[in-house]
């Protein structure tokens, strides 16, 4: 074992311990502080590397990835001189981790604003409002609202169940910053359906659909390797994982 390995390995243990997955993300930053660059990228490939495998305590470590790289310590010259490394090394997965590709499709420009007739005339801080409400009717209602910080409310409203959950991320059209907020909800992006149903979204962003592909079943990996729909990355991603998991079973 090389000592990027050892390294890693002790670091995995140490965050699996972790049950808050922005918590993992802290003490994770808190380890990387003070490296360099290379050393960096060569932890996260590592991590990567042995996540693609459903290893629990690398898939951990792997989920307080997108966290830790929205760190205001990222910043967008770090993330460049990361990206460079990564592409150097050839650390496939930690260069796509790194890619700000647009989703494979756009909404219409003129989605702003949800299309029902009742919340069409109303302002974004009374939507906000009816987010919290505890009237499912009302919250059925929200599920196509293309603001982001509407989805937010309603993500955190305890009457919500996982159905609901699956609509937003489900929706076609839609604003793909609508399909971070999913993605970004510790409670929601837990279940696995959530997940599936953003990775099979063409407007959810390539980023984040590629790095969901790892917590997803051999079969669920072979239907999304052939959907049209998806970005090439989404899909090459998948394909590639899909062949290195059936190698190893071989």
């Not at 074992?1 to 390294?7: A, G, I, L, R, Y």
């Not at 305590?57 to 929205?70: D, F, M, T, V």
């Not at 910053?177 to 359906?193: G, N, P, Q, T």
């Not at 959907?227 to 989404?234: G, P, Q, R, S």
């Amino acid at each position: 074992m090389s000592e990027v390995e050892e390294k890693t390995e002790a670091l995995v243990l140490l965050l699996s311990g972790i049950s808050d997955r922005k918590l993992r993300a802290v003490s994770l930053e808190g380890k990387l502080n003070g490296m360099g660059m290379e050393e960096i990228a060569s932890i996260l490939n590592h991590i990567c590397q042995r996540a693609k495998f459903r290893e629990l305590p690398y898939l951990k470590a792997y989920q307080a990835l997108p966290e830790l790289l929205r760190s205001p310590n990222f910043t967008r010259q770090a993330i460049l001189e990361l990206r460079a490394v990564a592409r150097q090394r050839d650390y496939v997965e930690v260069f796509r981790m790194l890619l700000e590709l647009p989703p494979q499709k756009l909404p219409p420009l003129d989605s702003d604003g949800p299309e029902d007739p009742f919340l069409k005339d109303l302002t974004l801080g009374h939507r906000k409002s009816l987010a919290k409400s505890p009237k499912i009717k009302i919250l059925r209602r929200l599920l196509k609202d293309q603001d982001s910080a509407v989805i937010r409310s309603l993500l955190f409203n305890p009457r919500l169940t996982e159905s609901e959950i699956l609509k937003i991320a489900s929706l076609k059209p839609t604003s793909p910053r609508v399909l971070e907020e999913i993605f970004r909800s510790h409670k929601w992006i837990a279940r696995y359906r959530v997940k599936k149903a953003l990775v099979c979204n063409p407007y959810c962003p390539p980023s984040i659909a590629v790095h969901l592909l790892k917590f997803l079943l051999l079969s669920d990996l072979r239907e999304i390797s052939k959907f049209e729909d998806l970005h090439l990355a989404v899909k090459e991603a998948a394909y590639q994982l899909l062949a290195e998991r059936c190698e190893k079973v071989d």
